[in-house]
């Protein structure tokens, strides 16, 4: 019988880099960013790191293919290095390895590193990828782009609710008035500018219904975690030790882009992988219980709908939480704390990593500005692909008290 | 009784008033001023000789069974492979049968599409064949400011030729064939280069179609004064009216070359003319059809009773009357390639396409054929080894299900100004269909404010991407939201 991955695993260290568009640096300079930062925030040397996992999206702009790009920048010692890639999720999937490594006895210390170069392809927004799904998918699959595919999801969600589409357009602009407030007090998030919802109503449109304030940063960085037992952690001497609670995956497997029964207004994944990170973490109310987040926000009608997915808001609830400030840094759940994707910004590989690198932060009170009042439990939430077919990731990260 | 049994039309619903062209290039080219009346239907940028081919093709397809199709004809001068059969992929996007059919493209020729239904009509009469369907479509890329631009529209007609419920009873043909070559289009070559306009007047139309028509009579014993209706093409509308008079064919028995509401349509054009002809017919009237390029094709049918029982597709009528005007010459010349406006370097990130995947799923990619699960009856799209309901799950266990004809309404949707288009916004979106089934897919020919979530739509089969470094143009089928109007 499977208990979980609660408490069997603990963050010893944490980096992130400053995200942006750093036209300055490739890969290489930001995956040793990173690890600089974690390797001397964990206290250990290069050689006790037993495994390395890399997470990576559009391998081809950027690192390239396999995970020699991480194990020659870092210089790692000639360990298991293991690139994964799961769309948005590829961080937290990079993670997940490294958990697991660490749980399953394979190695006492283990590395997880995300990155992304997205600014060398030449053109905003994320890279063409219509032939990312294979030869098939590029035979009939529509002229689409990430913005477009989201914003589906609010002429789906105003429909089911019975909304005006301009309510649900309020709504989303608080999401990312809320974030760009957040984003400013963190010195190394991408867009550090607060907005006002007439800017962001204001703004030109990307894809409708969503304008450019609707949309996350389009960023280059790198963030890593290394993790070990919370044995081990305590045997090197770490204190106020930050563990794992519950790390899930869902996958689409095609209802939503082809069964009827799908409304077009939630995610399928999200609110499956959330009720199982509940349970593994032993969280019975989340409303309550999670102390903060950092969901997948690539656009503001994705946290809008995710709030309902993570069983946060009620169904249909969302717009009136938002519009209460429910999710706000003084509100009863903060959500993007440290900016989101929206103003940390979004280099895919990274961004599950750069999700737990805030709660590691809060938890340890070490978030500066953004301080919130002693959390107890953080949930990271990623969403890759789209909504008609998606990858979902959950970490639930909170303070081990064993 | 061998002849016409099913019509179908097909004229594209941007329109372009001729007063537009002048306005912007008259500056340029004066002359243009001189036929600046009416307009010209215009493809969307998603269409093309075979797309058209394939909705006129749907249309005169409407009630009639495409799988006892035994041949489909193909004709037109502007078709996107020069190896490749055209009519091959109509074919695939009417799901015709594979095995025991005939399929083939007429080319090269204005006259191409009477050529075509002769060689329909040959084989039927002679036992062979029982049902040849005959497409054609045109859509000539023009300079701009030239006659040619004021001339040519767009368009496609379809004529059904079969034994069976014939609505128009073939009478007769004569040809004459010779090297008249009142403009040519080269290899490689993007437009039409035209002779001196006085003598294709006056040498060509005016002296060989009459010449050919006065031939079918001799040779047929027939009269001119015998028909009702006499089609052909011509688009100095000076020299169509001449024709009539040498022919002593009163004005009113003329059918009308539709100069003021779409232009000439090439080779389809004898074809859409006799489709607006037969849509106006009545059992007993007798129509005589010629066309014209490199000599003449005449044709005689003679209407049948069976044409008051007849249910009229869209047709010509239909597709006229959906109408939107193009107000944007630029838009229109950016639709042709004409000028050059920048996609950006997110169009430029086109792969081949895989002819090995195509060839897999041709059914799928071309036909719009999904599944439908023997074990819960879900139709589905797209195909895939196990069923998609998530009770069932069961595997190889499917029927062909044909989307193409299904109605659908759009569930979701958006304007896109990120993807690289030529006409941004992409819009596109989720449909779902009656009876179940969905489909993640293009919209096509409307705007993005007129598109709302519970609104009605049809699929129509487009151009999906040209790769200009291949030669490539991929087709899939695309939501056409069912408003109307627009612009």
Redesign the interface.
């Known amino acids: 019988m499977a208990t979980g991955i609660r408490d069997k695993v603990a963050i010893i260290g944490m980096g992130c880099t400053k995200f942006g568009e750093r036209w300055n640096d490739g890969p290489e300079e930001l995956m040793v960013e990173a690890f600089e930062e974690c390797l001397a925030d964990a206290g250990i040397e290069r050689k006790q790191i037993g495994a390395a996992w890399l997470g990576c999206c559009f391998d081809e702009v950027d690192i390239g293919k396999s995970a020699l790009p991480a194990s020659l920048a870092l210089r790692l010692p000639n360990i298991a290095v293991t690139r994964v890639e799961n769309f948005c999720a590829s961080g937290t999937e990079a993670f997940r390895g490294a958990v697991y490594a660490v749980a399953s006895g394979a190695c006492d210390i283990a590395l997880a590193i995300g990155v992304e170069k997205l600014k060398d392809?030449?053109?905003?927004?994320l890279?063409?990828f219509?032939?990312a799904m294979g030869?098939?998918n590029?035979?009939?699959?529509?002229?689409?782009?990430a913005?477009?595919?989201f914003?589906?999801?609010a002429?789906?969600y105003?429909?089911k609710y019975g909304l005006d589409i301009n309510d649900v357009k309020k709504a989303m602009a608080h999401v990312s008035v809320k974030s760009h407030a957040n984003g400013a007090l963190n010195p190394k998030a991408h867009l550090r500018k607060p907005v006002t919802e007439e800017q962001v109503l204001n703004a030109?449109?990307?894809?409708?219904?969503?304008g450019l304030f609707d949309c996350c940063g389009v960023s280059d960085g790198s963030a890593a975690a290394i993790v070990t037992t919370p044995e081990m952690a305590k045997s090197l001497g770490k204190k106020d030790l930050v563990t794992v609670k519950a790390l899930q995956l869902s996958l689409s497997?095609?209802?939503e882009?082809?069964?009827?029964d799908w409304d077009?207004a939630h995610f399928v994944t999200t609110t499956k992988a959330s009720i199982a990170a509940y349970k593994e973490a032993g969280i019975t109310n989340p409303r309550e219980e999670i102390s903060m987040m950092e969901v997948h926000d690539c656009f503001s009608i994705t946290e809008l709908v995710t709030m309902e997915d993570l069983h946060i808001s009620e169904r249909g609830q969302a717009p009136k939480d938002i519009m209460d400030g429910f999710y706000d840094r003084d509100g009863g759940v903060p959500c993007q704390v440290d900016g989101g994707l929206k103003c940390f910004g979004h280099p895919i590989g990274a961004s599950g990593l750069r999700m737990l690198y805030e709660m590691y932060l809060q938890l340890h009170g070490k978030a500066g500005d953004r301080q919130l009042e002693n959390p107890k439990y953080g949930l990271t939430h990623n969403l890759g692909g789209f909504p008609?077919m998606n990858v979902c990731s959950i970490g639930i990260v909170g303070k081990y008290d064993g | 009784m061998v002849g016409i049994t099913s019509y179908g039309g097909y004229i594209p619903r941007y329109r372009l008033s001729r007063m537009a062209i002048v306005q912007n290039m008259a500056w340029y080219f004066p002359v243009i001023m001189a036929v600046a009346g009416g307009e010209k239907s215009v493809a969307n940028w998603d269409e093309d000789a075979v797309s058209m081919a394939v909705a006129a093709a749907r249309d005169c397809m409407t009630n009639k069974d495409r799988k006892a199709l035994d041949a489909l004809y193909l004709a037109s001068t502007t078709l996107p492979f020069a190896d490749r059969l055209n009519a091959g992929i109509v074919a695939a996007a009417l799901n015709m049968r594979e095995e025991g059919v005939i399929n083939a493209d007429f080319t090269s020729c204005t006259k191409a599409a009477t050529t075509a239904a002769l060689a329909a009509l040959d084989a039927i009469e002679s036992g062979k064949k029982d049902s040849v369907l005959v497409a054609a479509a045109d859509q000539r890329i023009t300079k701009m400011a030239t006659m040619f631009e004021m001339f040519y529209g767009d368009g496609a007609a379809a004529l059904l030729f079969g034994k069976d419920d014939v609505i128009a009873e073939f009478k007769g043909s004569y040809s004459m064939n010779c090297d008249f070559v009142d403009h040519y289009r080269g290899q490689d070559k993007t437009f039409d280069y035209g002779w001196e306009e006085r003598w294709m007047r006056d040498e060509g139309y005016g002296k060989i179609i009459p010449q050919a028509i006065i031939g079918f009579l001799k040779k047929t014993g027939m009269k001119i004064e015998d028909f009702n209706k006499v089609v052909y093409p011509c688009y100095f509308g000076a020299t169509h009216r001449g024709i009539a008079k040498t022919l002593g064919v009163e004005a009113e028995k003329v059918q009308n070359n539709m100069h003021n509401v779409c232009g000439d349509t090439g080779t389809a054009h004898p074809f859409v003319m006799l489709v607006a002809a037969l849509e106006e017919a009545k059992p007993g009237d007798k129509i005589l059809v010629a066309s014209f390029g490199q000599g003449c094709d005449v044709l005689a049918f003679e209407v049948t009773e069976k044409i008051a029982d007849y249910k009229a597709p869209v047709g010509i009528k239909g597709s006229l009357a959906n109408r939107v005007e193009l107000s944007n010459y630029q838009k229109y010349t950016k639709f042709r390639d004409l000028i050059t406006a920048d996609l950006?370097?997110?169009g430029e990130?086109f792969?081949n396409?895989?002819m090995?995947?195509?060839w897999?799923?041709r059914k799928?990619?071309l036909g719009m054929v999904g599944s439908k699960c023997n074990k819960c009856g879900?139709p589905?799209?797209?195909t895939?080894p196990v069923c998609?309901?998530?009770d069932c799950w069961s595997s190889h266990d499917f029927d062909d299900y044909e989307f193409s004809n299904v109605d659908c309404k759009v569930?979701?949707?958006?304007?896109?100004?990120?993807?690289?288009?030529v006409d941004p916004?992409?819009i596109?979106?989720?449909v779902?269909f009656e009876g179940?089934?969905?489909a993640?897919?293009?919209f096509t020919d409307c705007n993005?404010d007129q598109v709302k979530?519970?609104m009605p739509a049809k699929l129509s089969f487009r151009k999906?991407?040209y790769d200009k470094e291949r030669g490539y143009t991929?087709y899939?089928w695309k939501a056409v939201p069912q408003i109307g109007g627009g612009e």
């Open positions: 392809i030449g053109y905003g927004g890279p063409e219509s032939s030869p098939r590029y035979l009939y699959f529509p002229n689409a782009t913005p477009g595919c914003a589906m999801l002429t789906g105003a429909a030109p449109q990307i894809a409708f219904p969503l497997n095609g209802t882009q082809g069964f009827h077009g008609i | 950006g370097i997110r990130q792969v396409t895989s090995t995947a195509l897999r799923n799928m990619v879900t589905q799209f797209p895939m998609v309901n998530p569930a979701m949707y958006t304007g896109d100004m990120l993807a690289a288009s916004p992409a596109y979106g989720m779902e179940g089934g969905k993640f897919i293009d993005l979530v519970g999906r991407h991929g899939f």
